[in-house]
């Protein structure tokens, strides 16, 4: 017990008059010892205003009987109270509460939050989640896909790093050398990127690298292209910034260059495969996008995140590659690794990635280090490229079972399978509107997931179906659902 122990004190008659009736003793955390216990009770009853400045507590004897304590119970709880300042003894007359409230009385017309202006807009563009109702079958996107995670290496790298942790100080913002020279020889030899380690930053993801390079490109009066429809967590984290966005239309090559408006500061891209169409862009318009991009002096954002994720034929090589100093590629382990890692990366120029260095320090100043040295060993091990080729197979093979039986159960629609990605696209054959098509499909027990929300301000007659975690039956039943929902018209 800190400090020295509070005396005792006698009780007086009618002291107890005036005492708040329901003052009882809280009830106990897990561990707590009885005169802790005390110790909150009254310090809650002190800081919530219900024992004012000066108050005089009873007498020792009664107070412990009015709380159901022993009487050394209570003096250790006091002597505690008194070492935190909060009661002060008054000789042998008594002891009395010596701090005023924290809390004034409840006020029911609490002022709002004084938010800034990137607050407003960032709640404004919140992204739902997928959540909430169960289905018999749920195509709906985002959700994780276990079979492609390489959960023994990952583990075992992890607890291997666990065990060599030592305290040195490192301080690289852009996180381990030999991380970086594992990514840049892996997104080489992989994505036919131009990188060196110094090249790479690794972030917390790619909504992470949106962000930050959000921040330090746009402000409110500058314009950023985004494809359109496109990738609702990118497009909210660039107009939170409060910078306008444009949307560019995409077609079958993807994103229609010819489109692109005359200045820009930034465009946000899915080149290798297109959220959410899953077309990939054109040799030509790759060639017309970069001499836009070097025409006005704007920065492309190349978002790879079907890298790994190919099922029938490898994504085209990044775009950075044609164009190292216009393109900043981000990658993210957080559907192909382990999405508890929040592990990403960006490859970027090297006077961009200095000034990413220099405002690192304000944010999250420096990547988490054990995660970053696991990635390390799992990509230089060669056991994550080795992990993902049988795990496609295995999303490959359910993408062609749900194509097959879907194109059975729906003859009038038309059911591409994707190259990469983990779901169809699916246009809606006429009259169908997406909603009717939602309300149907859930009528018999399957989820969709729209693509209107992922278009600025308009309506997309389309539909997606992310299959990659479902297992064969699954698949099949969903299938014959939607055919029982959807062939009708
Ligand atoms: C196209 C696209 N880019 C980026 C992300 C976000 O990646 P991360 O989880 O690394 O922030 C997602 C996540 O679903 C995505 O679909």
Redesign the pocket.
Known sequence: MAGTRIPLTRDAPGELDGWPDDLSLAAAHPGETRHALVARTLRDAVTAGRLPEGTRLPGHRRLAQRLGVSRNTLVDALTQLHAEGYVRPRGRSGTVISVPALRGPARVDAPPLPLSAWAVRALQGQVQEAGGDTFAVDFRV?QPVPDLYPEAAWTQALARRAAQVTHAHAHDPLGPVETRRALAAYLSAERGARVTPDMVMLTG????ALDALARVFLEPGRLVAAENPT?A??RAALAATGAEVTGVPVDAEGLRTDDLPARATLVYV?PGCQ?PTAVSLSAARRQALIAWATGVNAFILE?D?AADLHLTSRPPPVLQGLAPDRVILLG?F?KSLAPVTRS?FLVAPPDVLRVLTGTRPLTDRLPGRLDALALADVLGSGAYARHLRRARGVVAHRQETLVAELRAALPDWTVTPVASGLHLYLPLPAPWTEEAVLTSAAAQGVALSPVSPLAAGGHVPAVLLGFAGLPLDLLRDGARRLGAALQAG
């Not at 993801?205 to 992470?208: A, H, K, L, R, V």
Request: no cysteine; proline share 0%.
């Open positions: 985002g993801g790619t909504q992470s990738y967590g990118a899915t959220y978002d995140y993210s957080s990403g």
